[in-house]
């Protein structure tokens, strides 16, 4: 996950002057320059110097975003920009343009040849019956020697692209076609994953010699369409784009969450932190020319639909019934125009899950219900231990800033824990799982529901000591068991909670690594630092700048390692390469004083006692070495970034995906002898439909985890 996507949410609280396009000149470049240079080198965490050092890493990030994907440029271009890399740091201080306008020449020389190529090669028939492999991941590539070594890498490209789009056109004739006699069920209208004609379950296609070259020729002319408006796009490419791509390869030298964004943004991301956002609700960003879904909104259609997920892959979009549109090598901005749309409209998707297979998915936008993000609560009585624990969950650190009393996640909370409390539960289980972060306010008042009083999280920036942030109310909304449930994406305030919760000895961490980051950001509308006589080179855009890092009481920063759980758990997130860990540049690990406070006094069973439980239950407990098995399937199926060419062969390799995938899926079975109910008699807010409920609470009893929570609180 890149870090620098979870700062969209506050971007348009802050660029409310970048409404016009501004234009480009020598005197605005020189302002922007020197104010980047100015936040970097005087106000960022890391204290990093702009010298030859930082000039050589953003020569080689720059040259890395200019052709993401390595796609147009070939040696020879980088050899004539290589002039510049030691220059970087100098053109930056001085506001000189000449590497992108030289890198922005060079990629539309290639662009154009390349699109002569693309039409040539298109013209003509692909040959599916080849044994041909194309390698997918741009970091194992070199770049291309020639233009002819290009040509080829070219012809690889369109044809997986060609073939592809046939499975496409072959599963949508499936489709169309009528009922079989043989009493199978007909495909789902939602165009969500479905049985369909041929058998085959979840869009995978079942191998056939059937080839249709009619097929072939209406898929090889939409992929002609497609990449035509890939070279239109790049042709096109305005001056800001421009600017923007050379700032970010320098802001990313200092860590993943600084970033410049032009005065466009305003429009890509109109998203407010109180907001609602209209579109699918999934948070794009670019990975090596892919367009990744970096997180998915809670409350959003694809977050109730609940098929899309954190890093997959979009390879085309498709208005309504429409032709899609290959996504592949187009920037975000221009990916998310074609992924959002008017409420009530129908979007199609095609993507690639991280395990290799790939599927349609169609959704209807609609805005991002705020309702579906509050805190929620349930009973959960379990006929087995005959007890009846709490459970309260939070999607996300929501609060409303614009209205005085306003909802907060924090005194949501409260009210669901003092409910569950009062109905004399045995337990409690607080889950972060996938909760991304917020407000650092409400990660304080709610780690203070557990505790009297004392101090929670300490935060740091680079110029003086740690600030002790502190719950002093001395309340406590409930005193029994705790356990709290984390995972891979479990970030920022989440983790500040979790660890407090932790140090204080109040509560069980369970599941996963969580994401580690530990770092603030602060979002600078440019505008507002300069001069008025400087006024005509408005908009200048916003500068996101890491600022400070959080610490915990015991001194150890949550950035980059995260928070270890106490009880460790298998989490199918677990083959995916996310958190800081995995970013490049992210800010190190370190530590300040630890502080004093005192541990919670327990009665109850160790630690280490817990933990050996846990352990042997794990190994008794099938769906837990069902998990483990899948992790190490998708780890495996990850690691291979190669695909076949050849028709036959693609399509048994995404028969034996489908198959596999839907084995686990179908494990997924509840557990008898738990019942979880709404944690009170009275309307759910968080949930107003009965079917929502519904469906949300038997999701609670299929969980594993949650079981396993359950078990721990028994001990304790």
Do not use: C
């Not at 009083?453 to 029994?480: L, N, T």
């Not at 160790?606 to 407990?621: H, T």
């Amino acid at each position: 996950m890149k870090g620098k996507i979870f700062l969209i949410l506050l971007l348009s609280l802050l660029l409310s002057g970048a409404m016009q396009t501004g234009t480009t000149s020598p005197e605005r470049e020189k302002a922007l320059s020197k104010m980047i240079a100015n936040w970097l080198a005087n106000w960022h965490y890391s204290g990093k110097k702009i010298d030859d050092d930082f000039s050589l890493k953003s020569f080689a990030q720059y040259t890395k975003y200019l052709d993401n994907g390595r796609n147009f440029l070939v040696q020879a271009d980088l050899e004539t920009l290589k002039a510049y890399a030691l220059k970087v740091d100098d053109g930056l201080l001085q506001g000189d343009f000449s590497l992108p306008r030289l890198g922005r020449q060079l990629l539309r020389q290639r662009v154009q040849q390349v699109q002569g190529f693309a039409r040539d090669i298109l013209a003509k028939p692909f040959d599916f019956t080849l044994d041909e492999q194309i390698e997918l991941d741009a970091d194992k590539r070199e770049t291309s020697h020639d233009l002819a070594q290009l040509r080829a890498w070219w012809s690889q490209w369109l044809k997986y692209l060609t073939l592809t789009q046939y499975i496409n056109l072959q599963r949508a004739t499936l489709k169309a076609a009528p009922p079989r006699s043989d009493g199978a069920a007909p495909p789902r209208s939602d165009g969500a994953p479905a049985e369909e004609a041929s058998g085959q379950k979840n869009g995978a296609v079942k191998p056939s010699e059937d080839f249709s070259p009619q097929l072939e020729a209406k898929a090889r002319q939409a992929v002609g369409k497609s990449v035509e408006r890939l070279f239109s796009r790049l042709l096109q490419e305005r001056s800001e784009e421009m600017q923007s791509l050379f700032f970010n390869s320098l802001t990313a030298i200092f860590d993943p969450h600084s970033q410049y964004f032009p005065p466009r943004a305003k429009e890509d991301f109109d998203i407010e932190m109180s907001g609602a956002l209209e579109g699918i609700g999934a948070l794009l960003g670019d990975d090596d020319g892919f367009i990744k879904i970096f997180e998915i909104i809670p409350g959003s259609p694809a977050w109730i639909q609940n098929i899309l997920k954190a890093e997959d892959i979009i390879l085309k979009v498709a208005q309504g019934d429409e032709e899609p549109v290959d996504v592949v090598g187009m920037s975000v901005s221009d990916a998310a125009r074609l992924v959002r749309g008017r409420k009530g409209s129908l979007v199609r998707l095609t993507v690639r899950k991280p395990d290799g297979r790939i599927l349609p998915v169609s959704l209807v936008r609609n805005v991002v219900e705020l309702k579906e993000t509050y805190a929620r609560s349930a009973l959960l009585a379990h006929e087995q231990l005959k007890r009846t624990f709490g459970y309260v969950y939070l999607p996300k650190f929501y609060h409303d800033f614009n209205r005085s009393g306003g909802r907060n996640a924090a005194d949501d909370v409260d009210k669901e824990v003092r409910k569950l409390a009062d109905m004399g539960v045995e337990g409690m289980i607080l889950d972060l799982r996938g909760n991304g972060g917020g407000a650092l306010e409400d990660a304080v008042r709610l780690s203070g529901l557990f505790i009297e009083k004392g101090p929670m999280v300490q935060v740091k920036d680079r110029h003086s000591a740690p600030q002790v942030y502190e719950d002093r109310d001395g309340k406590i909304s409930y005193r029994g068991p705790l356990v709290v449930l984390v995972n891979s994406f479990s970030a920022s305030a989440s983790e500040i909670v979790a660890a407090a919760l932790q140090d204080y000895r109040r509560a069980i961490v369970v599941g996963d690594q969580t994401f580690g980051k530990g770092t603030v950001q602060v979002m600078l509308d440019l505008d507002r630092f300069i001069s008025p006589d400087m006024n005509h080179l408005r908009p200048l855009g916003a500068l996101t700048l890491t600022v400070q890092k959080y610490y915990r009481i015991t001194g150890g920063s949550t950035q980059y390692l995260g928070v270890a759980p106490d009880v460790v758990l298998p989490d199918i997130y677990a083959y995916l390469a996310v958190g800081e860990k995995s970013q490049k540049n992210s800010l190190p690990w370190d530590t300040v004083p630890s502080l004093s406070f005192p541990t919670w006094d327990k009665a109850g069973p160790g630690l280490a006692e817990i933990q050996k439980a846990s352990r042997q239950r794990l190994a008794a407990n099938p769906r837990f070495r069902l998990i483990e098995d899948n992790i190490t399937r998708l780890k495996k199926q990850r690691q291979t970034t190669q695909s076949t060419l050849n028709l036959n062969k693609f399509q048994a390799e995404q028969e034996t995906l489908f198959r596999e995938a839907e084995k686990y899926n179908q494990q997924q079975s509840a557990y008898p002898y738990l019942q979880a109910t709404p944690g009170s008699s009275a309307p759910d807010p968080a949930l107003p439909q009965d079917e929502k409920r519904k469906e949300w609470l038997e999701g609670l009893v299929k969980d594993p985890v949650i079981e396993e929570a359950i078990r721990i609180l028994d001990e304790l």
